[in-house]
């Protein structure tokens, strides 16, 4: 996440309302299913800190136990 952005968590089955600030790139997961690579990138204005989220998805896709390259195609999109 963005220097400064806050985290958030939801409860099984229930909505989440999250206000994305500051600008950039969040990667979300869902803990459960991080294996499965169950995760989700949303862009908030420039996405200044893209790179940055690269670096770390380098190390944190390692737990995935199937589709691992997942990640790294929503980054690539962006």
């Not at 099984?12 to 969040?26: H, I, N």
């Not at 991080?34 to 190390?59: D, F, H, P, Q, R």
């Amino acid at each position: 996440m963005p220097e400064g952005a806050e985290c958030w968590q939801g409860d099984t089955d229930q909505d989440v309302t999250v206000a994305f600030d500051p600008d950039g790139v969040y990667v979300y997961q869902c803990t459960p299913h991080l294996i499965m690579a169950m995760v989700g990138v949303i862009k908030v204005g420039s996405g200044s800190n893209l790179e940055t989220i690269k670096a770390v998805a380098i190390e944190k896709k390692t737990v995935f136990m199937m589709a691992q390259d997942c990640l790294d195609g929503y980054l690539n999109q962006l």
